[in-house]
Nanobody, 121 residues
Framework: QVQLVESGGGLAQPGGSLRLSCAAS????????MTWARQAPGKGLEWVSG????????YYADSVKGRFTISRDNAKNTLYLQMNSLRPEDEALYYC??????????????WGQGTQGTGSS
């Protein structure tokens, strides 16, 4: 069965960095686009970033562009989100999700349980 397990969340000071990972299993990771989304306390789900199957195309929400970097290692079946210059408003539960196709824009058919990321210490 498809499993997506996020890790790497934690406390970081404003201006600091965190690196999130998403370990994937149960499907051919290299055949599907992947994405990161987040949900801040009391707010709805916000799409953050997406990546094409081979990493050749990446996409970012305006709120994180220039600060976050999405990447993937298809040999390790792992998705990453490098978060730099963290801000208090980056505090959220971060989810990785598998796209249903090669297209990074969705739809998404499987989601992880989430990992807490914060820009405030």
């Amino acid at each position: 069965q498809v499993q997506l397990v996020e890790s790497g969340g934690g406390l970081a000071q404003p201006g600091g960095s965190l690196r999130l990972s998403c370990a994937a299993s149960g499907f051919t990771f290299s055949s599907y686009a992947m994405t990161w989304a987040r949900q801040a306390p009391g707010k709805g789900l916000e799409w953050v970033s997406g990546i094409y199957i081979d990493g050749s195309d990446t996409y970012y929400a305006d709120s994180v562009k220039g600060r976050f970097t999405i990447s993937r290692d298809n040999a390790k079946n792992t998705l990453y989100l490098q978060m730099n210059s963290l801000r208090p408003e980056d505090e959220a539960l971060y989810y990785c999700a598998k796209a249903a196709t090669v297209v990074a824009g969705g739809p998404y058919d499987y989601w992880g349980q989430g990992t807490q990321g914060t820009g405030s210490s």
